[in-house]
Nanobody, 121 residues
């Protein structure tokens, strides 16, 4: 059974930083593209960042230069380092794993339950 479990969310002031972690089990992480998505209250889920099997990276324009995605296949971990946080970054953040690299949520087969990030002004 595949599981993705996020952690590291919380409450932070604007301008601060958080590091989200996602641990995978039940699959070989090295065989999958992994990504982060987020969903704010009343809004659709949106793409944040993705990292491919060969470590290519792609980020949404809204987080480019502030957020960095990384992965450690040996530890079965995916990370999202978030710096210079803004109130509009407030959302539930989801880790995902899939077969194709990119921003389309349909590319991702497996999803975590999410972790809440709240940025106060």
């Amino acid at each position: 059974q595949v599981q993705l479990v996020e952690s590291g969310g919380g409450l932070v002031q604007a301008g601060g930083s958080l590091r989200l972690s996602c641990v995978a089990s039940g699959l070989f992480l090295k065989d999958y593209t992994t990504g982060w998505f987020r969903q704010a209250p009343g809004k659709d889920r949106e793409f944040v960042a993705s990292i491919s099997r060969d470590y290519s990276k792609y980020s949404a324009d809204s987080v480019e230069g502030r957020f960095t995605i990384s992965r450690d296949n040996a530890k079965m971990m995916v990370y999202l380092q978030m710096n210079s946080l803004k109130p509009e970054d407030t959302a539930v953040y989801y880790c995902a794993a899939g077969d194709r690299f990119g921003a389309d949520a349909s590319f991702y087969r497996y999803w975590g339950q999410g972790t809440q990030v709240t940025v106060s002004s």
